[in-house]
């Protein structure tokens, strides 16, 4: 047999003592990894978690979260990964669609959920349990290898089952990929993709190869120059990253000094002739576009520096296809959707089948009938290379993640009360979700409290920042919902400070209105709590000295997130110079 686990013990067993995940002061060999994975897989047998269940990992991004996942190959279970970021009752929602049986947490994620959990320890999974003698259960190629969560047509999270022979697929693909687009002797990978996101899959793999995973906190990813440090720190030579982190990064430094030599692959997003053209100035070693839906292990095409912003070539074991409304293949430069058929295509969707038979296909118009995957993707084959131009449907991609707007809507119109609610994509700068809710006759909510009930039901990215309340929603002619109309009602954006005394005041509140996508905000209104993150921070505060033409300190944002704090300190800097 020749699985991923097996060829992870492989890697293990021929350099036990190569390093095989950094993160922050960690650091494990194959050695500790194999040894905990199978102390942490005997804790799971011993548990009587049988084979062929699925784990949650709720770990955040630790070593932990590398070890349980192999512990998971070694135990014949599947992980299916948690982010930290999503509230109890989302997640607890997540855990029943996959039918979860048990989630390995740490001290600082567990929450309470209606699944069994077992506390690991954050920094290396040290469960302190002997592997003592438990037989070892290999898994077969059509086990299933992880279970990962994307939105799908019916506008609900989908549970995505990904075999072995499916991981098994990507990793000879990319091996492929690696030795021609890539320089020789690539033996450091960067993660920065979270678990929960199918990017993170095609780096976890580079294990089976003997190289070493360089996890990325969550503290190096908050700030570009830290970023930049850490992947210069730890001399990582191949980075995954999305279109809107390179935009971060590239804000902060055009030349990508802290990149220098580092190859991106990038993915999650389309790409642009000018991010090309930027990276291409840049002091990146190189870059690559991958495509591909979860519900094709990660990656079916790949198109090299000289291809993109193409979406390239079919990866090896991968076969693409762009068709018509009928089903039939299309001709060069017709654009249709994309299907994807060869061994990444995966299982389905548990607990879906009417779903998994509506987009898993198999077409009399399609040579050989070939299981299809419909990714509602539209594309067009020109000189050899496919080209992304849109979808079909109402999906939309936030940060590289994709997110169905009828899963907001829903969740929205239900804490409303409202008759209905549409929701689409400002594609200002930085692109996020703006709602509309129809409420007739009746008392318009709160919109801060709309979003706030919001935050209790979904991830913190998927909550729009700004919210209208109106009597109907504006309909085309075929009575639909017209988004365009919609996005036209958030169309006005807030003016520049005036010049004088107060500039420094106003210019202040206005970044903060424009980064949280509202009219006005509160002196004393703290951001997170107005819907900001991390990310969104960091736009505020590269926005303000862009306006301001002086260099802030984020420790001055972050004990005190409100424009009256922000103020203060910036006063209290001023005075000081």
């Known amino acids: 047999m020749d699985t991923v686990a097996h060829r992870f013990a492989r890697a293990a067993a021929a350099s036990p003592s190569a390093t095989a995940v950094v993160c922050g002061a960690v650091r494990l060999t194959f050695r500790d990894v194999d040894r905990r994975a199978a102390a942490l897989a005997a804790s799971l047998r011993r548990q009587g978690v049988p084979a062929g269940a699925v784990v949650g990992l709720l770990l955040g991004r630790t070593a932990a979260s590398i070890v349980a996942l ?12 948690l982010s930290e970021d999503d509230p109890p009752e989302r997640l607890a929602r997540l855990c029943a669609d996959a039918g979860v049986a048990v989630v390995l947490a740490t001290p600082e994620t567990l929450v309470p959920l209606p699944v069994p959990a077992m506390v690991v320890d954050g920094a290396a999974a040290d469960v302190a349990i002997p592997d003592d003698g438990v037989e070892a259960l290999w898994p077969a190629a059509d086990d299933l290898a992880y279970v990962m969560f994307t939105s799908g047509s019916t506008g609900a999270p989908l549970a995505v089952e990904v075999t072995h022979a499916n991981c098994r697929y990507l990793d000879d693909a990319l091996a492929s990929f690696y030795a021609r687009a890539l320089p020789a002797g690539v033996t450091r990978i960067g993660v920065n993709a979270p678990l929960a996101f199918d990017s993170s899959v095609k780096q976890v793999l580079q294990l089976t190869r003997g190289r070493t995973l360089h996890v990325l906190t969550a503290a190096e990813r908050e700030d ?29 430094d055009p030349a990508l000094g802290g990149l220098d030599g580092v190859w991106l692959l990038v993915g999650g997003e389309a790409m642009t002739d000018e991010l090309c053209a930027a990276l291409s100035a840049s002091r990146a070693g190189g870059f690559a576009n991958l495509y591909g839906p979860t519900e094709c292990t990660v990656n079916a095409t790949a198109a090299t520096m000289g291809e993109a912003p193409a979406i390239g070539r079919p990866l090896p074991g991968a076969e693409v296809l762009v068709v018509d409304e009928w089903d039939q293949p299309c001709e060069a430069g017709q654009v249709g959707e994309i299907l994807i058929a060869g061994a990444g295509v995966s299982r389905g969707y548990a607990n879906a089948p009417s779903v998994t038979a ?13 299981r299809c995957f419909r990714t509602g993707d539209l594309g067009v084959l020109c000189e050899g290379l496919l080209w ?33 609610a549409a929701v689409v994509l400002d594609d200002g700068d930085p692109p996020a979700l703006v709602a509309a809710v129809a409420m007739p006759g009746g008392d318009a909510p709160d919109p801060a409290e709309l979003r706030a009930r919001l935050r209790e039901r979904l991830a913190r990215w998927m909550v729009p920042r700004r919210c209208v309340v109106v009597d109907r929603l504006p309909r085309n002619r075929n009575g639909k919902v017209s988004r365009s109309a919609v996005a036209a009602l958030f169309a006005q954006r807030p003016d520049g400070p005036p010049d004088g005394r107060a500039a420094l005041d106003q210019a202040v509140a206005a970044e903060f209105a424009r980064v949280l996508g509202v009219g006005t905000v509160a002196p004393e209104a703290d951001f997170f709590e107005q819907g900001g993150d991390s990310l969104a921070a960091l736009r505020l ?27 203060s300190a910036l006063h209290d800097e001023g005075a000081r110079c």
């Not at 210069?232 to 279109?243: E, F, I, W």
């Not at 979808?391 to 008759?419: C, F, M, N, P, W």
């Open 224 to 252: 570009p120059a830290a970023f930049a440090a850490a992947v210069a720190r730890s001399r990582v030579q191949v980075l995954d990253v999305t279109p809107s982190h390179l935009r971060l990064l590239l804000a902060a």
């Open 388 to 420: 992304f131009v849109g979808r079909r449907d109402d999906q939309v991609k936030i940060g590289g993640r994709r997110l169905h707007l009828r899963e907001v809507e829903r969740q929205l119109t239900s804490v409303a009360g409202a008759i209905e």
């Open 541 to 567: 505060i590269r926005g303000l000295e862009r306006r301001l033409g002086r260099r802030i300190e984020l420790a001055s944002f972050f004990e005190r997130p409100s424009v009256a704090g922000l103020v």
């Open 358 to 370: 509506e987009r898993f296909v198999r077409l009399s118009t399609v040579p050989g009938h070939p």
């Open 70 to 81: 192999v512990a998971c190959w070694k135990a014949r279970v599947a992980y299916c990964p």
